[in-house]
């Protein structure tokens, strides 16, 4: 009945709004009469049979309707007008939001409707737009997934050479479409439908090639931006991205679990060919002005050092320092680098995920992602490479043969290797090479330790060591001590001298055989040396006390803290034999200082203060920790130039002076 009644009344309708009110057709504002049986629940929307202006306006007779009616009863009087139009992947269309009025009244504010029916061109656009050019379409058609895959070739294009602008704009890429297909479609289903049903080479048209894509085609080398590196026999996955300012800005190794500690950090320091480049010069621009000055202009300096293709072991700012000091002869250092904040995209960056893909980690430092992962990627590597090789104590070299690599599950790559746990020695696989390399060596030593056992004891017994010898000694350490010492020393020389690395028991007993026959010349030999270095100590003892109480305190401190230096309990074992061949010299030296120290103390004065500077120098560094070569050279050095300083009758071994040792000091901040 209230239908029949709108489609008599069309106009007499209102919408309730937030006072009260009731908004009408033409901007008619009515209350419900006070008297009305609605008008203690006034609904949302009424039909009024009257309504008249007593002082204020009343809608009479009031019934409760629906919009949905009012628009059905009244279609011939309602506008429609649509606005957003908008691809829905869900739903395969180009959508908008319908609005339908009645004389101003709005009977519905935001409907979801097909756009297609109302503006085909428009929706056609916006179908080209967003499930073409975009992508973003789930249909059978195969040239969408082909123009995908194009894409993304172009957009790693712009990655790879870090320059915006080279795929073409969406204006150009939809204008590609013009023409090829039926103006009218903007769905899914319709596209799908005439794809079907369209000849090959209509089919074929609709497909991009990279000249479709690329406004400028890049010269780019497949070398120079490869997509993999490969780590335990695996390649993994590098993937590129142009994004200034993000986290994932530049190259990514995609790093499963199993491979955490196999990744190289120095490899990966390298980064690719085609942004090396970019890498040198910007560390070279880092550098303070001082040093930077020498090695302009970096880019220059940094295509000359990638050309020269030097070993890439080391880090990439150890190995520029050790090209640059090479080919201009400035002195330069890895630590030189070390406070550089180089751009984000110059540095790898590592995402770390499990096997279903899982993210477990992300950054660009390899060393923290170990720190936190190391255990479980061990574990992971272990299930991966499922080598039954590995045992937890080996007594001897049982082994036929050690391979240096085995491949595992799935063609892992893992490397066994003979590892030293102190009270035993154990077989273990490595998920790098050089890691195995160097555990194999120390498990190696220790197991030729055990089966030289009863033939270092002998050697021990046999050395003549004379009740002479050891009371000159016995001010450094016992008489048990200095042959412990000379025994390890010369073991460990014949070792260092050898290869260690041996994986057959073949080359294990032919090794036992010849440590066994050298063992004990070695030690006689090493000996020699002591006796040299302990005369020459004898002679040294009496001069290290002033003549007078208190004469010169400060340079016969300097004398025993020197003296301490060289010779402590251990010297023998810790210092090499082609050093220890030098102690007898160094101490001659000192005893000619301290002769000359009781005739002229302040010319000794002076002299101790020019080398004092550098012995300082050297103190600081080690305290601070340093692992660098170059503090051994430094030390030895320095005793070279105290020869040199105080004796220099005596010769050193080499070219010294104090030039060269600022020089040196230099390298090692």
């Given at each position: 009945?209230?239908?029949?009644?709108?489609?008599?009344?069309?106009?007499?309708?209102?919408?309730?709004?937030?006072?009260?009110?009731?908004?009408?057709?033409?901007?008619?504002?009515?209350?419900?009469f006070p008297g009305s049986a609605l008008a203690k629940a006034p609904p949302l929307w009424l039909l009024a049979g009257q309504i008249l202006d007593?002082?204020?306006?009343?809608?009479?007779?009031?019934?409760?309707?629906?919009?949905?009616?009012?628009?059905?009863?009244?279609?011939?009087?309602?506008?429609?007008?649509?606005?957003?139009?908008?691809?829905?992947?869900?739903?395969?269309?180009?959508?908008?939001?319908?609005?339908?009025?009645?004389?101003?009244?709005?009977?519905?504010?935001?409907?979801?409707?097909?756009?297609?029916?109302?503006?085909?061109?428009?929706?056609?656009?916006?179908?080209?737009?967003?499930?073409?050019?975009?992508?973003?379409?789930?249909?059978?058609?195969?040239?969408?997934?082909?123009?995908?895959?194009?894409?993304?070739?172009?957009?790693?294009?712009?990655?790879?050479?870090?320059?915006?602008?080279?795929?073409?704009?969406?204006?150009?890429?939809?204008?590609?479409?013009?023409?090829?297909?039926?103006?009218?479609?903007?769905?899914?289903?319709?596209?799908?439908?005439?794809?079907?049903?369209?000849?090959?080479?209509?089919?074929?048209?609709?497909?991009?090639?990279?000249?479709?894509?690329?406004?400028?085609?890049?010269?780019?080398?497949?070398?120079?931006?490869?997509?993999?590196?490969?780590?335990?026999?695996?390649?993994?996955?590098?993937?590129?991205?142009?994004?200034?300012?993000?986290?994932?800005?530049?190259?990514?190794?995609?790093?499963?679990?199993?491979?955490?500690?196999?990744?190289?950090?120095?490899?990966?320091?390298?980064?690719?060919?085609?942004?090396?480049?970019?890498?040198?010069?910007?560390?070279?621009?880092?550098?303070?002005?001082?040093?930077?000055?020498?090695?302009?202009?970096?880019?220059?300096?940094?295509?000359?050092?990638?050309?020269?293709?030097?070993?890439?072991?080391?880090?990439?700012?150890?190995?520029?320092?050790?090209?640059?000091?090479?080919?201009?002869?400035?002195?330069?250092?890895?630590?030189?680098?070390?406070?550089?904040?180089?751009?984000?995209?110059?540095?790898?960056?590592?995402?770390?995920?499990?096997?279903?893909?899982?993210?477990?980690?992300?950054?660009?430092?390899?060393?923290?992602?170990?720190?936190?992962?190391?255990?479980?990627?061990?574990?992971?590597?272990?299930?991966?490479?499922?080598?039954?090789?590995?045992?937890?104590?080996?007594?001897?070299?049982?082994?036929?043969?050690?391979?240096?690599?085995?491949?595992?599950?799935?063609?892992?790559?893992?490397?066994?290797?003979?590892?030293?746990?102190?009270?035993?020695?154990?077989?273990?696989?490595?998920?790098?090479?050089?890691?195995?390399?160097?555990?194999?060596?120390?498990?190696?030593?220790?197991?030729?330790?055990?089966?030289?056992?009863?033939?270092?004891?002998?050697?021990?017994?046999?050395?003549?060591?004379?009740?002479?010898?050891?009371?000159?000694?016995?001010?450094?350490?016992?008489?048990?001590?200095?042959?412990e010492d000379i025994n390890e020393a010369a073991l460990a020389d014949l070792l260092a001298a050898r290869d260690s690395e041996l994986r057959t028991?073949?080359?294990?007993?032919?090794?036992?055989?010849?440590?066994?026959?050298?063992?004990?010349?070695?030690?006689?030999?090493?000996?020699?040396?002591?006796?040299?270095?302990?005369?020459?100590?004898?002679?040294?003892?009496?001069?290290?006390?002033?003549?007078?109480?208190?004469?010169?305190?400060?340079?016969?401190?300097?004398?025993?803290?020197?003296?301490?230096?060289?010779?402590?309990?251990?010297?023998?074992?810790?210092?090499?034999?082609?050093?220890?061949?030098?102690?007898?010299?160094?101490?001659?030296?000192?005893?000619?200082?301290?002769?000359?120290?009781?005739?002229?103390?302040?010319?000794?004065?002076?002299?101790?203060?020019?080398?004092?500077?550098?012995?300082?120098?050297?103190?600081?560094?080690?305290?601070?920790?340093?692992?660098?070569?170059?503090?051994?050279?430094?030390?030895?050095?320095?005793?070279?130039?105290?020869?040199?300083?105080?004796?220099?009758?005596?010769?050193?071994?080499?070219?010294?002076?104090?030039?060269?040792?600022?020089?040196?000091?230099?390298?090692?901040?």
């Amino acid at each position: 009945m209230h239908g029949c009644l709108l489609a008599g009344w069309p106009t007499q309708v209102g919408r309730k709004d937030e006072r009260g009110e009731y908004r009408g057709t033409r901007e008619r504002r009515f209350r419900i009469f006070p008297g009305s049986a609605l008008a203690k629940a006034p609904p949302l929307w009424l039909l009024a049979g009257q309504i008249l202006d007593l002082q204020k306006v009343y809608g009479m007779s009031c019934a409760r309707v629906e919009p949905e009616w009012i628009e059905r009863a009244a279609a011939h009087l309602t506008k429609q007008s649509w606005r957003d139009p908008h691809w829905s992947r869900k739903r395969g269309a180009v959508l908008a939001f319908e609005q339908v009025t009645l004389f101003g009244l709005t009977l519905v504010e935001k409907r979801t409707v097909q756009f297609g029916a109302q503006d085909p061109a428009l929706a056609h656009a916006v179908f080209v737009r967003e499930a073409l050019v975009r992508g973003e379409i789930d249909c059978r058609a195969d040239c969408v997934r082909a123009n995908a895959r194009v894409l993304a070739q172009a957009r790693e294009f712009e990655a790879k050479q870090r320059r915006s602008g080279l795929v073409r704009d969406e204006n150009e890429l939809m204008a590609f479409f013009a023409g090829k297909l039926p103006a009218d479609i903007s769905t899914a289903a319709a596209f799908d439908a005439w794809y079907r049903r369209a000849p090959a080479a209509q089919q074929a048209a609709l497909r991009w090639s990279l000249d479709d894509v690329l406004a400028n085609q890049p010269g780019l080398r497949a070398a120079d931006f490869p997509s993999t590196l490969e780590f335990a026999g695996h390649r993994l996955k590098l993937e590129y991205r142009f994004v200034p300012g993000d986290a994932a800005d530049g190259v990514t190794l995609q790093v499963p679990l199993a491979f955490v500690n196999a990744v190289s950090a120095a490899r990966c320091d390298w980064l690719v060919p085609g942004l090396l480049t970019d890498k040198v010069a910007e560390l070279i621009r880092g550098l303070p002005k001082t040093l930077r000055r020498n090695f302009v202009p970096a880019p220059d300096f940094a295509r000359a050092f990638v050309e020269a293709e030097v070993p890439r072991d080391a880090s990439v700012a150890s190995t520029l320092a050790g090209y640059l000091q090479r080919v201009t002869g400035v002195q330069i250092g890895e630590r030189d680098f070390a406070a550089i904040d180089l751009p984000v995209h110059l540095s790898m960056r590592y995402h770390v995920h499990d096997e279903a893909g899982k993210t477990l980690a992300e950054g660009r430092d390899i060393d923290a992602i170990r720190m936190q992962w190391g255990s479980a990627a061990n574990a992971a590597f272990s299930r991966h490479a499922d080598v039954e090789l590995a045992r937890d104590e080996v007594a001897g070299f049982d082994f036929d043969e050690i391979p240096q690599v085995v491949t595992g599950a799935g063609g892992l790559a893992a490397y066994p290797a003979l590892v030293d746990l102190g009270d035993a020695v154990a077989l273990r696989v490595f998920e790098r090479a050089d890691e195995a390399r160097t555990a194999h060596v120390a498990g190696v030593e220790r197991l030729l330790r055990r089966a030289l056992r009863e033939t270092i004891k002998q050697a021990r017994r046999q050395l003549p060591i004379d009740r002479k010898l050891a009371l000159k000694y016995a001010a450094i350490a016992s008489i048990d001590a200095l042959r412990e010492d000379i025994n390890e020393a010369a073991l460990a020389d014949l070792l260092a001298a050898r290869d260690s690395e041996l994986r057959t028991r073949a080359s294990f007993l032919r090794a036992v055989a010849e440590l066994s026959r050298r063992l004990f010349p070695a030690a006689m030999e090493r000996l020699g040396i002591v006796e040299e270095i302990l005369a020459a100590y004898a002679e040294l003892l009496p001069w290290l006390e002033p003549p007078l109480l208190g004469y010169a305190r400060a340079n016969y401190d300097d004398l025993r803290e020197q003296l301490d230096a060289l010779l402590y309990p251990g010297f023998v074992r810790n210092v090499e034999k082609s050093r220890l061949a030098h102690f007898p010299r160094y101490l001659k030296a000192m005893r000619l200082r301290a002769e000359r120290l009781r005739q002229d103390a302040a010319r000794d004065q002076a002299r101790m203060l020019t080398v004092r500077i550098y012995w300082a120098e050297y103190l600081k560094r080690m305290a601070s920790g340093h692992a660098n070569p170059a503090l051994a050279e430094l030390r030895w050095l320095i005793e070279e130039l105290r020869v040199s300083v105080f004796a220099q009758e005596l010769g050193t071994a080499g070219p010294v002076s104090p030039k060269r040792l600022a020089k040196l000091i230099e390298t090692i901040r």
